[in-house]
Each structure stands twice: as structure tokens, then as C-alpha cells.
């Protein structure tokens, strides 16, 4: 275990501070969530313009963000121990995602870890059980835009987030080919888009807003449900 004195006078006042927040959201309605992201240099972007976008569709709910610098053997992750400890000891959920040298050829692997840790953990025991678990979400999602979830939301789960089954169970409700196919159309159209190493600017823009504007849209629900800590290692 790490102490209380292994850890710098600052860390532990803003981190103390942060875990006393969300412990507090945790038993308000409006649950907040936070991120800490240890790195050796600035996070992304891409995850601060998250943070802004999901702030915007939770209508209020903001989500703190803390990104520690430092060097290989600087103590970020004596840190991250002792803030997971921390969290656990007042029962806050933790997500922890940490990123190795192949993670960073793919664009969309801490959404993909993040959502798989924040999914139930009987999710992928039988195609039925996890179609329920991605109708239940959808339908949380998008509510009665049954289109969305089938066009929008439903292609994303299953081109980024890692979700294999069918949208519809085709031995029970066969299709009548014109939803399955837009479904398959856009999934094929993400997956094609990914597979692009080196994207150009201008022609791939609409698309790459397009998917991250539902990855957002997905997390936004997914992080209001109970006041959690991720923790992003190794992002640069």
C-alpha cells in the first residue's frame, strides 16, 4: 500500500479535495464523474474537447479533469495507487485504463477500454444477453429514435467499442433488409475509416466529428449513472 506521505502536498490536496467531491455527487441525482491522466506530456486534445462536448450534452454535468506530468520514475504511478485506494476505501467506482506502445496505433482505444470496464461483466456470456444489455442502452441513448440507434448508435458500438452481436436477433424478428443493411453500411463505412493511417484533414472531417459527437453521446449517459474515477495512464 502507498501512505499518505509518499505522495507530494499538492497531489493530495487537489486529489483528496476531488475524491470528497465525488463522493458528495455520488448521492446527489446529478452525478459527476472525473479523470485523472498521468502523462509525460499534455493529454490528447481529443480528450479535453470530451470533456467540453460532454459537459454540453449531460445539460451541466462537468467532469474534472487532473493530467500529472513527469518523468519515468517521477512517482505517477505511486500515485494512481494511492488515489485508486483512496476511492476504494469511500466505495467509488474505478475505472483504470493504461496504454502501452501498440495502444497508440489506434485511435479509439481508450474509448474501447473505458466502455468494456464500465459494461457489465456477464456481457459477452451469449449474443442474447449482450443484445439486451446494447437495446437497453441505446434505447437510453437516443430513446425513441429507433433509426439513430440502429444508424448511429449501434454501428459505433460494434466498429469501435468492441460489441459483436447482431442488432436483431434475425431466428427471431428476420429482417426486412433495409435497417440491416444502413446498419452494415455505416459500420463498414467506420471500419473503413479507421483502417486510413494518415487521414487528410478536409475530406475525413465530417466523419471523424460524426463519430466522435456519438462516442460522447454514449459516454455521456454511460458516466452519468454513478459518480466514477478513471484513470488514463500512459496517454501522451
Same mark, same amino acid.
Given at each position: 500500500s502507498v501512505g499518505d506521505h509518499q505522495i507530494s502536498f499538492e497531489c493530495h490536496l487537489h486529489l483528496s479535495a476531488l475524491i470528497q467531491r465525488l463522493t458528495g455527487a455520488a448521492t446527489t441525482p446529478r452525478r459527476n464523474s472525473s479523470v485523472l491522466?498521468?502523462?509525460? !506530456? /499534455?493529454?490528447?486534445?481529443?480528450?479535453q474537447w470530451m470533456n467540453t462536448r460532454s459537459s454540453a450534452i449531460a445539460a451541466g454535468a462537468t467532469m474534472p479533469i487532473y493530467v500529472l506530468h513527469g518523468k519515468h520514475g517521477s512517482g505517477r504511478t505511486t500515485v494512481c495507487t494511492w488515489f485508486k485506494a483512496q476511492a476504494a476505501e469511500l466505495t467509488l467506482p474505478v475505472c483504470s485504463v493504461r496504454l502501452g506502445k501498440k495502444d497508440t496505433q489506434d485511435d479509439?482505444?481508450?474509448?474501447?477500454?473505458?466502455?468494456?470496464q464500465l459494461m457489465p461483466k456477464d456481457l459477452f456470456s451469449s449474443n442474447t444477453v449482450q443484445r439486451n444489455y446494447v437495446h437497453n442502452l441505446l434505447r437510453r441513448v437516443y430513446g425513441n429514435s429507433? !433509426? /439513430?440507434a440502429r444508424t448511429q448508435g449501434y454501428p459505433v458500438l460494434r466498429a469501435v467499442l468492441g460489441i459483436t452481436c447482431e442488432f436483431a436477433d434475425d431466428s427471431v424478428h428476420p429482417s426486412n433488409g433495409s435497417g440491416d443493411s444502413q446498419s452494415v453500411s455505416s459500420i463498414n463505412s467506420i471500419k473503413q475509416f479507421l483502417s486510413i493511417k494518415n487521414k487528410p484533414s478536409g475530406s475525413h472531417k465530417p466523419q471523424a466529428i460524426?463519430?466522435?459527437?456519438t462516442l460522447v453521446r454514449i459516454f455521456a449517459?454511460?458516466?452519468?449513472?454513478?459518480?466514477?474515477?478513471?484513470i488514463i495512464e500512459n496517454i501522451e
Open positions: 491522466i498521468p502523462s509525460t !506530456r /499534455s493529454a490528447r486534445s481529443w480528450f479509439f482505444i481508450v474509448w474501447r477500454k473505458i466502455f468494456l429507433s !433509426r /439513430s460524426q463519430l466522435t459527437d449517459h454511460l458516466l452519468s449513472l454513478r459518480a466514477t474515477v478513471l
